[in-house]
């Protein structure tokens, strides 16, 4: 009974804004159809049959005067009356319309349990996208305005439901573009370094749904056999159960970053045939919102709304029988190189020609390609983390709006505490092209037994705003492995690496790179305690002094992957 549970509580991980929407009121299914203000489009309110007698709502968009068409579905748990707007030419329509396109019909379906499909719900059990995608896609394939021909699209829950019902194999399912959506919600994404990703499950929680699944997560901090053998199985798809060709879509400020290259390297890798060969990946300067101009801080007018015009030229190729050459002229793999503003192209990633470059930490708070000399000061930097006033979250990766996802100014809220070490680089005398992975090598101790260490990069420009690029943290007690515990000896020295996202990034001429080292990024990494118990818990803990090293025989060094351009 108990294995059982865990395993419940593993799927409903998986699509959990189903629960926090099915409190809304379903709304009344009709088969009237409405002719659409300023569009050549008919809309009419359906039910469609499931295999298990119940019906799902959807809203199908049919271009005035009949027809057949090839079909955009997108399965939705936010209420699929939200894409109405799409025919205004807002949102991520723009002046690339791919939802006012009169080549296509729109069908876009209320998860079960959810909104007008609320009665569909079957107890507390979670939607299986799956047999509900497929049987969608059956129906959609017997309609008389239907060619044959389905392609889907959507982000985040959006991007789930694609995956489930590509692993379905409907047969007139072609293609996909899943967007902000790694193909496993496994433990590392949960546990990045071995740490609790409790912003994430925070902002779950003020969507509704509640505490049940963050208190039974919490409870496996270790990669154990709930998350390598009962749960995967729930935790996503496989890319082997991939067989049709995607757009990937993500973002380097998305809550997923690494996820959506992770899952288009994997079906590029492990795919069926047409997905391996032709499935593509697009990253912009984005977070989990895509396609926007301003994020953070910063404004990206070259990636304002570039992901829809391209899911609309993979769709015009693969849906309508290729006139406009998509497959052959686009690169596998599209990339926006922030700091120069401009979108490039690669067959891998990270790009051919990326060396890994050490910036070492120097005892003066520098940053120097050169490591420490001998008769260095070998004095450590040291801090006091007391989890009672952790270092604050302010921008990055993160999916709560309050606070601040993307680029932000670290200076005020993050480097200005004495909890935190600060490390730069004089101004570059020349452009440093950055692109892939970073890491931070650590020499750390502590007087306590189990600490973390944070690190976030940044780019400095001229005016000292100091923008966030990309972070990470790791648990000392998971240093070597996430699945089993080793606790310091206090006092003595231990490397640890921390893993960051990644990106692709220019730091400009007279820019500075920077570095910053802490225990603590709160709310975003649930706090240690430094007291060595599991639970993820209320309460002030311990207060450790923690050192970090960066003399001769302990050189501590930010890892930067160099692009030749």
Avoid at 94 to 109: A, I, K, R, S
Avoid at 136 to 162: E, H, K
Avoid at 203 to 220: I, M, N, P, Q
Avoid at 477 to 487: A, G, K, L, V, Y
Wanted: aromatic content about 10%.
């Amino acid at each position: 009974m108990k294995r059982s549970g865990i395993l419940l509580t593993a799927l409903l991980a998986l699509p959990p804004v189903v629960y926090a929407q099915s409190n809304l009121s379903p709304h009344t299914i009709t088969s009237d159809r409405i002719l659409l203000e300023d569009t050549l489009f008919e809309l009419s309110t359906v039910e469609i049959p499931m295999r298990d007698g119940k019906r799902l709502a959807a809203d199908v968009y049919r271009p005035r005067g009949g027809g057949t068409y090839p079909v955009v579905l997108i399965q939705t748990p936010y209420d699929k009356n939200m894409f109405r707007s799409a025919r205004e030419m807002k949102g991520r329509s723009g002046p690339h319309p791919l939802f006012n396109n009169v080549n296509y019909v729109f069908v876009v379906v209320d998860w079960r349990g959810t909104s007008a499909s609320k009665a569909a719900r079957k107890g507390t059990v979670p939607p299986d996208l799956e047999k509900d995608g497929f049987d969608v896609c059956s129906w959609i394939g017997q309609q008389n305005w239907c060619n044959g021909r389905i392609g889907t699209w959507g982000p985040s829950a959006l991007g789930r439901s694609q995956y489930e019902t590509a692993r379905a194999k409907p047969p007139n399912l072609v293609c996909a573009v899943p967007m902000v959506m790694p193909l496993l919600l496994d433990y590392d994404i949960h546990y990045p370094g071995g740490v609790f990703w409790e912003e994430f499950m925070l902002t779950l929680a003020k969507l509704g749904f509640g505490s049940e699944f963050f208190d039974r997560v919490a409870a496996h901090p270790m990669k154990d056999y709930v998350w390598t053998d009962l749960a995967r199985p729930y935790l996503g798809v496989d890319a082997e159960e991939i067989r049709v060709p995607m757009l990937f879509i993500g973002g380097w400020y998305d809550i997923y970053t690494d996820g959506v290259i992770d899952a288009f390297e994997s079906v590029r890798a492990k795919g069926g045939e047409k997905a391996r060969i032709h499935s593509k990946l697009i990253m912009g300067p984005w977070t989990h919102c895509i396609d926007g101009k301003q994020v953070g801080a910063l404004e990206f007018p070259k990636a304002e709304r570039f992901a829809i015009g391209k899911a609309r030229a993979f769709f015009d190729y693969w849906l309508r029988n290729g006139s406009n050459n998509y497959d052959l002229e686009e690169p596998p793999i599209t990339y926006y190189q922030m700091g120069v503003d401009e979108w490039r192209s690669s067959g891998t990633w990270p790009p051919q020609g990326v060396e890994e470059r050490p910036y070492y930490l120097h005892a003066d708070r520098s940053l120097s390609t050169n490591p420490p000399r001998p008769g260095e000061d070998t004095r450590p930097a040291t801090f006091t983390y007391d989890p009672a006033r952790p270092v604050p979250t302010f921008g990055g990766h993160i999916l709560s709006p309050d606070l601040s996802p993307g680029p932000q100014d670290q200076r005020e809220k993050v480097e200005s505490r004495d909890d935190v070490l600060v490390f730069s680089t004089p101004p570059l005398e020349r452009d440093l092209p950055v692109a892939g992975k970073l890491r931070v090598r650590l020499f750390v101790s502590s007087d306590r037994r189990d600490t973390d260490f944070t690190a976030i990069v940044t780019d400095v420009d001229p005016d000292g705003r100091s923008l966030l690029i990309t972070e990470g943290i790791h648990r000392m007690r998971f240093r070597n492995s996430t699945t089993r515990q080793e606790f310091l000896k206090p006092g003595e020295i231990y490397p640890v690496t921390v893993d960051l996202t990644n990106t692709a990034i220019t730091f400009r001429k007279g820019h500075r790179v920077r570095v910053d080292i802490s225990s603590s990024n709160s709310p975003k990494y649930a706090l240690n305690h430094n007291d060595c118990r599991l639970a993820y818990r209320k309460g002030n803990g311990l207060v450790a002094t923690n050192s970090v090293y960066s003399d001769a025989k302990h050189p501590s060094a930010l890892v930067l992957p160099v692009a030749a351009r």
